[in-house]
Protein backbone atom coordinates (compact mmCIF):
# COMPACT_ATOMS: atom_id res chain seq x y z
CA UNK A 1 0.00 0.00 0.00
CA UNK A 2 1.75 3.52 -1.07
CA UNK A 3 1.61 6.08 1.52
CA UNK A 4 0.95 9.59 0.52
CA UNK A 5 3.16 11.76 2.36
CA UNK A 6 1.09 14.35 3.93
CA UNK A 7 2.90 17.73 3.76
CA UNK A 8 0.12 19.72 5.08
CA UNK A 9 0.01 17.60 8.16
CA UNK A 10 3.61 17.66 8.54
CA UNK A 11 4.13 20.96 8.13
CA UNK A 12 1.64 21.80 10.81
CA UNK A 13 3.18 19.98 12.97
CA UNK A 14 6.07 22.01 12.42
CA UNK A 15 4.03 25.41 12.89
CA UNK A 16 2.58 23.92 16.25
CA UNK A 17 6.27 23.53 17.22
CA UNK A 18 7.37 26.99 16.10
CA UNK A 19 4.20 28.75 17.83
CA UNK A 20 5.07 27.10 21.10
CA UNK A 21 9.36 27.86 20.93
CA UNK A 22 8.20 31.15 19.73
CA UNK A 23 5.60 32.10 23.18
CA UNK A 24 8.22 30.55 25.31
CA UNK A 25 10.83 32.93 23.61
CA UNK A 26 8.33 35.98 24.45
CA UNK A 27 8.52 35.10 28.07
CA UNK A 28 12.17 35.97 28.14
CA UNK A 29 11.14 39.09 26.00
CA UNK A 30 12.01 38.39 22.77
CA UNK A 31 9.92 38.15 19.66
CA UNK A 32 11.34 36.65 16.05
CA UNK A 33 11.07 39.13 13.36
CA UNK A 34 10.68 38.66 9.50
CA UNK A 35 10.97 40.87 7.17
CA UNK A 36 9.91 39.85 3.51
CA UNK A 37 10.32 42.44 0.99
CA UNK A 38 8.97 42.38 -2.83
CA UNK A 39 10.00 44.38 -5.90
CA UNK A 40 7.48 44.56 -8.62
CA UNK A 41 3.60 43.24 -9.06
CA UNK A 42 4.25 39.20 -10.45
CA UNK A 43 1.34 37.98 -9.10
CA UNK A 44 2.66 34.27 -8.27
CA UNK A 45 5.00 36.40 -5.86
CA UNK A 46 2.20 38.59 -4.47
CA UNK A 47 0.56 35.32 -3.42
CA UNK A 48 3.73 33.52 -1.98
CA UNK A 49 5.08 36.45 -0.14
CA UNK A 50 1.32 37.23 1.26
CA UNK A 51 1.24 33.89 2.87
CA UNK A 52 4.64 33.94 4.20
CA UNK A 53 3.59 37.07 6.05
CA UNK A 54 0.22 35.83 7.07
CA UNK A 55 2.10 32.57 8.72
CA UNK A 56 4.84 34.46 10.20
CA UNK A 57 1.80 36.58 12.47
CA UNK A 58 0.06 33.37 12.98
CA UNK A 59 3.18 32.37 14.64
CA UNK A 60 3.52 35.53 16.84
CA UNK A 61 5.53 37.19 14.67
CA UNK A 62 6.39 40.78 14.53
CA UNK A 63 6.37 40.11 10.33
CA UNK A 64 6.98 43.14 8.04
CA UNK A 65 6.70 43.70 4.29
CA UNK A 66 8.23 46.16 2.13
CA UNK A 67 6.28 46.09 -1.42
CA UNK A 68 8.92 48.22 -3.71
CA UNK A 69 7.52 49.43 -7.48
CA UNK A 70 9.24 46.91 -10.14
CA UNK A 71 11.49 50.30 -11.50
CA UNK A 72 13.43 49.85 -7.64
CA UNK A 73 17.26 50.37 -8.07
CA UNK A 74 19.72 47.78 -7.23
CA UNK A 75 21.23 50.21 -4.87
CA UNK A 76 17.85 51.29 -3.19
CA UNK A 77 17.26 47.49 -2.48
CA UNK A 78 20.50 47.43 -1.04
CA UNK A 79 20.05 50.12 1.22
CA UNK A 80 17.52 48.77 2.84
CA UNK A 81 18.63 45.03 3.26
CA UNK A 82 21.79 46.76 5.06
CA UNK A 83 19.32 48.51 7.06
CA UNK A 84 17.46 45.29 8.13
CA UNK A 85 20.72 43.67 8.64
CA UNK A 86 21.22 46.27 11.25
CA UNK A 87 17.56 46.37 12.44
CA UNK A 88 17.51 44.82 16.21
CA UNK A 89 13.67 43.68 16.02
CA UNK A 90 14.78 42.13 12.58
CA UNK A 91 16.29 38.23 12.69
CA UNK A 92 14.91 36.45 9.27
CA UNK A 93 14.69 38.95 6.20
CA UNK A 94 13.45 37.18 2.67
CA UNK A 95 13.87 38.95 -0.72
CA UNK A 96 11.33 37.11 -2.59
CA UNK A 97 12.44 35.65 -6.19
CA UNK A 98 12.80 36.58 -8.79
CA UNK A 99 14.10 40.38 -9.12
CA UNK A 100 13.58 42.36 -12.00
CA UNK A 101 16.51 42.24 -14.51
CA UNK A 102 17.71 45.68 -13.62
CA UNK A 103 18.60 44.01 -10.73
CA UNK A 104 21.65 42.11 -9.77
CA UNK A 105 20.17 38.91 -7.28
CA UNK A 106 23.73 37.49 -6.40
CA UNK A 107 24.45 41.25 -4.98
CA UNK A 108 21.47 41.52 -3.22
CA UNK A 109 21.57 37.54 -2.04
CA UNK A 110 24.69 38.20 -0.46
CA UNK A 111 24.37 41.74 1.16
CA UNK A 112 22.37 39.67 3.57
CA UNK A 113 23.69 39.39 6.85
CA UNK A 114 24.54 35.29 6.82
CA UNK A 115 22.80 35.31 10.54
CA UNK A 116 19.33 36.48 8.98
CA UNK A 117 19.65 34.58 6.04
CA UNK A 118 16.50 32.19 6.95
CA UNK A 119 16.33 31.18 2.93
CA UNK A 120 19.86 30.02 3.32
CA UNK A 121 21.38 31.13 -0.33
CA UNK A 122 24.07 33.67 1.19
CA UNK A 123 27.61 31.81 0.12
CA UNK A 124 28.25 31.58 4.10
CA UNK A 125 25.65 29.19 4.33
CA UNK A 126 25.68 27.32 1.24
CA UNK A 127 29.10 26.92 2.15
CA UNK A 128 28.47 25.32 5.90
CA UNK A 129 25.54 23.09 4.18
CA UNK A 130 28.02 22.13 1.44
CA UNK A 131 30.62 20.90 4.14
CA UNK A 132 28.17 19.74 7.08
CA UNK A 133 28.17 22.29 9.20
CA UNK A 134 24.13 21.76 9.85
CA UNK A 135 24.77 22.93 12.99
CA UNK A 136 24.96 27.00 12.77
CA UNK A 137 23.53 27.00 8.89
CA UNK A 138 20.42 27.99 7.66
CA UNK A 139 19.68 25.14 5.65
CA UNK A 140 17.97 26.24 2.23
CA UNK A 141 13.53 25.80 2.75
CA UNK A 142 12.94 23.67 0.39
CA UNK A 143 15.63 20.75 1.01
CA UNK A 144 14.73 21.08 4.71
CA UNK A 145 11.35 20.30 4.68
CA UNK A 146 11.98 17.62 1.91
CA UNK A 147 14.67 16.13 4.44
CA UNK A 148 11.81 16.39 7.26
CA UNK A 149 9.37 14.42 4.96
CA UNK A 150 11.87 11.73 4.00
CA UNK A 151 12.70 11.41 7.26
CA UNK A 152 8.72 10.57 8.67
CA UNK A 153 8.74 8.18 6.24
CA UNK A 154 12.04 6.41 6.29
CA UNK A 155 13.37 7.23 10.18
CA UNK A 156 16.16 9.00 10.80
CA UNK A 157 18.52 6.85 9.45
CA UNK A 158 19.13 6.63 6.59
CA UNK A 159 22.49 5.27 6.36
CA UNK A 160 23.35 3.36 3.06
CA UNK A 161 20.49 4.12 1.19
CA UNK A 162 20.78 5.00 -2.24
CA UNK A 163 19.49 8.71 -2.87
CA UNK A 164 19.16 10.29 -6.66
CA UNK A 165 18.16 14.15 -6.75
CA UNK A 166 16.95 15.04 -10.49
CA UNK A 167 17.83 18.85 -10.95
CA UNK A 168 21.01 20.65 -9.37
CA UNK A 169 19.91 24.11 -8.82
CA UNK A 170 21.29 26.05 -6.26
CA UNK A 171 17.77 26.47 -4.78
CA UNK A 172 17.26 23.32 -4.41
CA UNK A 173 19.29 19.96 -5.89
CA UNK A 174 22.35 21.36 -4.61
CA UNK A 175 21.20 21.27 -1.15
CA UNK A 176 19.01 18.56 -1.16
CA UNK A 177 22.24 16.52 -2.29
CA UNK A 178 24.23 17.70 0.34
CA UNK A 179 21.35 16.85 3.07
CA UNK A 180 21.29 13.45 1.57
CA UNK A 181 25.42 13.04 1.61
CA UNK A 182 25.23 14.38 5.37
CA UNK A 183 22.74 11.62 6.65
CA UNK A 184 24.81 8.78 4.68
CA UNK A 185 23.26 8.34 1.74
CA UNK A 186 25.01 7.45 -1.27
CA UNK A 187 23.71 10.27 -3.39
CA UNK A 188 23.48 10.59 -7.79
CA UNK A 189 22.08 14.15 -8.88
CA UNK A 190 21.13 13.97 -12.36
CA UNK A 191 20.23 17.30 -14.59
CA UNK A 192 19.34 18.05 -18.08
CA UNK A 193 22.79 16.67 -19.45
CA UNK A 194 21.83 13.48 -18.38
CA UNK A 195 22.09 9.94 -20.07
CA UNK A 196 19.22 7.69 -19.54
CA UNK A 197 17.89 9.42 -16.68
CA UNK A 198 15.39 6.59 -16.00
CA UNK A 199 18.45 4.15 -15.76
CA UNK A 200 19.44 6.28 -13.16
CA UNK A 201 16.26 6.67 -11.30
CA UNK A 202 15.50 3.53 -10.92
CA UNK A 203 18.59 2.90 -8.58
CA UNK A 204 17.23 5.03 -5.82
CA UNK A 205 15.56 4.02 -2.54
CA UNK A 206 15.01 8.04 -2.06
CA UNK A 207 13.64 9.71 -4.93
CA UNK A 208 13.78 13.87 -5.08
CA UNK A 209 12.78 15.56 -8.26
CA UNK A 210 12.55 19.08 -8.72
CA UNK A 211 13.03 20.14 -12.68
CA UNK A 212 10.34 21.82 -13.78
CA UNK A 213 9.14 19.70 -15.93
CA UNK A 214 5.05 18.50 -15.86
CA UNK A 215 4.94 14.44 -15.37
CA UNK A 216 8.71 13.78 -16.39
CA UNK A 217 9.07 11.00 -14.32
CA UNK A 218 6.80 7.97 -15.56
CA UNK A 219 5.72 4.79 -13.23
CA UNK A 220 8.38 2.41 -14.59
CA UNK A 221 11.47 4.74 -13.54
CA UNK A 222 10.77 4.24 -9.99
CA UNK A 223 12.54 1.25 -7.99
CA UNK A 224 9.40 -0.71 -5.81
CA UNK A 225 8.89 0.67 -2.68
CA UNK A 226 11.35 3.81 -3.41
CA UNK A 227 10.40 7.10 -1.34
CA UNK A 228 9.99 9.27 -3.91
CA UNK A 229 9.47 13.23 -3.24
CA UNK A 230 8.04 15.42 -6.03
CA UNK A 231 9.38 19.14 -5.46
CA UNK A 232 7.91 20.34 -8.85
CA UNK A 233 5.63 22.61 -9.47
CA UNK A 234 3.78 23.25 -12.69
CA UNK A 235 0.90 24.85 -13.75
CA UNK A 236 -0.38 23.16 -17.00
CA UNK A 237 -4.28 23.16 -18.90
CA UNK A 238 -6.86 21.11 -16.76
CA UNK A 239 -8.25 20.10 -19.31
CA UNK A 240 -8.11 18.10 -22.80
CA UNK A 241 -9.51 20.35 -24.76
CA UNK A 242 -6.79 23.47 -23.53
CA UNK A 243 -9.15 25.65 -22.33
CA UNK A 244 -8.13 28.36 -19.84
CA UNK A 245 -8.66 26.62 -16.85
CA UNK A 246 -5.25 25.36 -15.16
CA UNK A 247 -4.39 23.01 -12.54
CA UNK A 248 -1.03 22.30 -10.73
CA UNK A 249 0.93 19.23 -11.30
CA UNK A 250 4.19 17.78 -10.35
CA UNK A 251 7.67 16.73 -12.17
CA UNK A 252 6.45 12.91 -11.29
CA UNK A 253 2.95 11.19 -12.95
CA UNK A 254 1.61 10.82 -9.88
CA UNK A 255 -1.07 8.75 -11.03
CA UNK A 256 1.23 5.82 -12.91
CA UNK A 257 4.35 6.24 -9.70
CA UNK A 258 1.97 5.97 -7.02
CA UNK A 259 1.22 2.36 -7.96
CA UNK A 260 5.31 1.18 -7.66
CA UNK A 261 6.49 3.74 -4.88
CA UNK A 262 6.43 2.88 -1.18
CA UNK A 263 5.59 6.22 -0.59
CA UNK A 264 4.80 9.56 -2.44
CA UNK A 265 4.05 13.67 -2.13
CA UNK A 266 1.59 14.87 -3.58
CA UNK A 267 1.28 18.52 -5.74
CA UNK A 268 -0.24 20.24 -4.36
CA UNK A 269 -0.27 19.34 -0.51
CA UNK A 270 3.13 17.91 -0.63
CA UNK A 271 6.39 19.15 -0.34
CA UNK A 272 4.92 23.45 -0.46
CA UNK A 273 3.64 23.34 2.31
CA UNK A 274 6.71 22.34 4.01
CA UNK A 275 8.74 25.45 2.15
CA UNK A 276 7.09 28.23 4.38
CA UNK A 277 6.73 26.11 7.66
CA UNK A 278 11.09 25.97 7.62
CA UNK A 279 11.16 29.34 6.66
CA UNK A 280 9.19 29.82 10.04
CA UNK A 281 11.76 27.33 11.53
CA UNK A 282 14.86 29.11 10.52
CA UNK A 283 13.46 32.80 11.45
CA UNK A 284 12.72 31.22 15.25
CA UNK A 285 16.06 29.44 15.43
CA UNK A 286 17.59 33.06 14.59
CA UNK A 287 15.64 35.05 17.10
CA UNK A 288 17.07 32.41 19.19
CA UNK A 289 20.29 32.92 18.48
CA UNK A 290 19.85 36.40 18.78
CA UNK A 291 19.03 36.45 22.21
CA UNK A 292 22.11 33.85 22.97
CA UNK A 293 19.83 31.04 23.88
CA UNK A 294 20.46 27.59 22.83
CA UNK A 295 18.23 27.43 19.30
CA UNK A 296 15.67 24.51 18.79
CA UNK A 297 16.73 21.88 16.23
CA UNK A 298 14.33 20.69 13.37
CA UNK A 299 16.32 18.23 11.76
CA UNK A 300 17.47 16.15 14.77
CA UNK A 301 18.46 13.17 12.25
CA UNK A 302 21.28 14.74 10.42
CA UNK A 303 23.24 16.68 13.79
CA UNK A 304 25.13 13.64 14.29
CA UNK A 305 25.87 12.60 10.65
CA UNK A 306 29.40 13.69 8.94
CA UNK A 307 31.45 12.80 11.84
CA UNK A 308 33.71 11.24 9.38
CA UNK A 309 33.90 11.60 5.09
P1 LIG B 1 15.64 25.37 -11.88
O1 LIG B 1 15.00 25.70 -13.19
O2 LIG B 1 16.54 26.34 -11.24
O3 LIG B 1 16.44 24.00 -12.04
C1 LIG B 1 15.89 22.93 -12.76
C2 LIG B 1 16.90 21.79 -12.80
O4 LIG B 1 16.31 20.72 -13.54
C3 LIG B 1 18.22 22.13 -13.51
O5 LIG B 1 19.29 21.72 -12.68
C4 LIG B 1 18.19 21.33 -14.80
O6 LIG B 1 19.48 20.85 -15.19
C5 LIG B 1 17.27 20.19 -14.46
N1 LIG B 1 16.54 19.68 -15.63
C6 LIG B 1 15.84 20.37 -16.54
N2 LIG B 1 15.30 19.55 -17.45
C7 LIG B 1 15.67 18.30 -17.11
C8 LIG B 1 15.43 17.03 -17.66
N3 LIG B 1 14.69 16.86 -18.76
N4 LIG B 1 15.96 15.95 -17.04
C9 LIG B 1 16.71 16.09 -15.92
N5 LIG B 1 16.96 17.29 -15.34
C10 LIG B 1 16.45 18.38 -15.93
O7 LIG B 1 14.41 24.97 -10.94
P2 LIG B 1 14.29 24.93 -9.32
O8 LIG B 1 14.26 26.31 -8.79
O9 LIG B 1 15.23 23.95 -8.75
O10 LIG B 1 12.80 24.35 -9.21
C11 LIG B 1 12.47 23.08 -9.73
C12 LIG B 1 10.98 22.86 -9.59
O11 LIG B 1 10.67 22.89 -8.20
C13 LIG B 1 10.11 23.94 -10.22
O12 LIG B 1 8.93 23.33 -10.69
C14 LIG B 1 9.78 24.87 -9.08
O13 LIG B 1 8.56 25.55 -9.27
C15 LIG B 1 9.67 23.88 -7.96
N6 LIG B 1 9.93 24.46 -6.63
C16 LIG B 1 9.06 24.14 -5.67
C17 LIG B 1 9.26 24.61 -4.39
C18 LIG B 1 8.30 24.22 -3.32
O14 LIG B 1 8.20 24.88 -2.31
N7 LIG B 1 7.58 23.12 -3.48
C19 LIG B 1 10.35 25.44 -4.10
C20 LIG B 1 11.26 25.72 -5.11
C21 LIG B 1 11.05 25.21 -6.39
Not at 158 to 174: C, E, F, H, P, Q
Request: hydrophobic share 45%; aromatic share 4%; proline share 5%.
Amino acid sequence: MTEIIDGKVASQDVVAEVKRLSAELAVSGGTPGLAVVIVGEDPASQVYVASKSRMASECGFHSVQYSLSSDTSENELVDLVCKLNFDPQIHGILVQLPLPSQIDTGRIIQAIAPEKDVDGFNFINVGKVGTGELGTAFIPCTPAGAMLLIERVRGKDLTGLNAVVVGRSNIVGKPMASLLLAANCTVTIAHRHTRDLATITRTADILVVAVGKPELVKGDWVKPGATVIDVGINRVPALADGTRRTTLVGDVDFGAVKRSAGAITPVPGGVGPMTIAMLMANTLVSAYRAVGMVAPRFDEAKRSHMDDN
